[in-house]
């Protein structure tokens, strides 16, 4: 992703040009870098959280907070971006959508895939 960005910026103030596709395709990078690191974090314990009390309960009651915190908080969130996304996702694959733009990223359909996927 950084070489894609450095590349956009030396073709954009070295030689006057631009790339639309290799613009967009950073913004797909990144919410695939996001998405993927969202992941990666809530399986390694490292999303911030108020430590405050956390840390003085015992490994059972964490457990259990961990658990209540999952089912009633990120299960719904995640099930609600999954099902929002859904007709987005599908009216896209109906359409073969493209990028807006002249020049752009052919298969944006395939890209917006990665929404319900991984939510």
């Not at 109906?94 to 939510?119: H, Q």
Request: hydrophobic share 55%.
């Amino acid at each position: 992703m950084v070489l894609v960005t450095f590349a956009v910026v030396l073709l954009r103030y070295l030689f006057n040009t631009g790339w639309i596709a290799m613009q967009e395709s950073i913004t797909y990078m990144h919410a695939l870098v996001f998405m993927l690191g969202a992941a990666y974090t809530l399986r390694h314990d490292g999303h911030v959280r108020v430590d405050i009390f956390y840390q003085k309960f015992s490994p059972r009651t964490r457990a259990w907070v961990d658990l209540l915190g999952t089912l009633l908080l990120l299960l719904p969130v995640t099930l609600f971006i999954a099902w929002v996304s859904w007709e987005y996702v599908s009216t896209a694959w109906a359409l073969k959508e493209g990028s807006r733009e002249t020049g752009g990223l052919p298969g944006v359909y395939l890209l917006k895939t990665a929404i319900p996927l991984m939510a």
